[in-house]
């Protein structure tokens, strides 16, 4: 059952993720057919561009390039804002400085397994890195987006219900972060947790955007992103042809919630509008070149 339009309904917020589609890519994308992409991308309309990160290149060698990359890019006459991840205080200190960036992305994980393999940190030293980033934004005037990673259960056995999302939920929304994404990390999550989740937080929070990034295949995409529209999320992250997905999570990963299957989905509903299909086309040629 689809819920009436509201204002908190208005409008859908995309943000198109290439960097998680090439993060964990086998062969290195070289840079300039990044920029290519990425300068296709910032041309369909899209609200939010996730297009690198300010990571340890032994980490993460796809994304070593980011520097280079952000120099190249057109966003002159792009509506597309654009947000870099960083694992820790050193990369946010490198992003903040270019002007280009509006959005700061930390993930803080609920998992404290996963905390420490993907940043190198524990849950309570993560604490003081988000306190530390949320400062540098405040200082910098850059918005930081909190991602709850393995937000709706994890692959290692550590502790997982409801009170723990709601617990840490609390603390990021207690230091002032104005946007936090729930993130499927490794695409466990059922609808029903999906709205669950959503629900919870928004009603908890209605001053802060409460976002989504799911991670889904062909079946169930649809059940995941109409749970958390339902349940009021207006915030959605994916990628074109749904790849993509954390290389330090584990080895089998569900892609990204493809981006060309949310599009229509949400155009359909009158909540999405300013794509650009040519744009689009364009992108996704692109990214079959790449992704191949």
Same mark, same amino acid.
């Given at each position: 059952?689809?819920?009436?339009?509201?204002?908190?309904? $208005?409008?859908?917020?995309?943000?198109?993720?290439?960097?998680?589609?090439?993060?964990?890519?086998?062969?290195?994308?070289?840079?300039?057919?990044?920029?290519? @992409?990425?300068?296709?991308?910032?041309?369909?309309?899209?609200?939010?561009?996730?297009?690198?990160?300010?990571?340890?290149?032994?980490?993460?060698?796809?994304?070593?390039?980011?520097?280079?990359?952000?120099?190249?890019?057109?966003?002159?006459?792009?509506?597309?804002?654009?947000?870099?991840?960083?694992?820790?205080?050193?990369?946010?200190?490198?992003?903040?400085?270019?002007?280009?960036?509006?959005?700061?992305?930390?993930?803080?994980?609920?998992?404290?397994?996963?905390?420490?393999?993907?940043?190198?940190?524990?849950?309570?030293? $993560?604490?003081?890195?988000?306190?530390?980033?949320?400062?540098?934004?405040?200082?910098?005037?850059?918005?930081?987006?909190?991602?709850?990673?393995?937000?709706?259960?994890?692959? @290692?056995?550590?502790?997982?219900?409801?009170?723990?999302?709601?617990?840490?939920?609390?603390?990021?929304?207690?230091?002032?972060?104005?946007?936090?994404?729930?993130?499927?990390?490794?695409?466990?999550?059922?609808?029903?947790?999906?709205?669950?989740?959503?629900?919870?937080?928004?009603?908890? @929070?209605?001053?802060?955007?409460?976002?989504?990034?799911?991670? $889904?295949?062909?079946?169930?995409?649809?059940?995941?992103?109409?749970?958390?529209?339902?349940?009021?999320?207006?915030?959605?992250?994916?990628?074109?042809?749904?790849?993509?997905?954390?290389?330090?999570?584990?080895?089998?990963?569900?892609?990204?919630?493809?981006?060309?299957?949310?599009?229509?989905?949400?155009?359909?509903?009158?909540?999405?509008?300013?794509?650009?299909?040519?744009?689009?086309?364009?992108?996704?040629?692109?990214?079959?070149?790449?992704?191949?």
């Amino acid at each position: 059952m689809e819920p009436p339009i509201t204002k908190q309904h $208005s409008q859908v917020t995309l943000v198109e993720c290439p960097r998680d589609a090439m993060q964990g890519w086998l062969h290195f994308i070289p840079t300039q057919q990044k920029i290519e @992409y990425l300068n296709a991308l910032l041309q369909v309309g899209f609200d939010t561009l996730d297009f690198g990160s300010f990571v340890s290149p032994k980490a993460i060698p796809q994304m070593a390039d980011t520097k280079q990359v952000i120099s190249k890019l057109s966003i002159g006459d792009s509506k597309t804002k654009l947000l870099a991840i960083v694992a820790n205080l050193r990369g946010a200190e490198e992003a903040v400085i270019y002007e280009q960036i509006q959005y700061i992305g930390f993930p803080f994980s609920i998992s404290p397994t996963f905390q420490l393999r993907n940043t190198h940190s524990s849950m309570e030293e $993560s604490v003081k890195t988000v306190e530390a980033i949320q400062e540098l934004c405040i200082r910098y005037n850059r918005i930081l987006v909190l991602y709850l990673s393995m937000g709706f259960g994890n692959p @290692y056995g550590d502790p997982y219900n409801e009170d723990i999302l709601l617990h840490w939920a609390e603390e990021m929304a207690g230091k002032g972060i104005r946007i936090i994404s729930l993130a499927d990390t490794v695409g466990i999550a059922t609808p029903e947790q999906v709205s669950t989740a959503v629900s919870s937080l928004i009603s908890a @929070y209605p001053d802060i955007t409460i976002g989504v990034h799911l991670h $889904s295949n062909p079946e169930n995409w649809k059940a995941k992103a109409e749970a958390a529209w339902v349940a009021g999320c207006s915030r959605f992250d994916g990628a074109l042809k749904g790849i993509g997905g954390c290389p330090m999570a584990q080895d089998s990963l569900v892609g990204n919630m493809n981006s060309e299957w949310m599009i229509p989905y949400f155009e359909e509903k009158g909540l999405l509008t300013g794509i650009d299909k040519n744009a689009l086309l364009k992108s996704r040629t692109i990214a079959d070149q790449l992704f191949k």
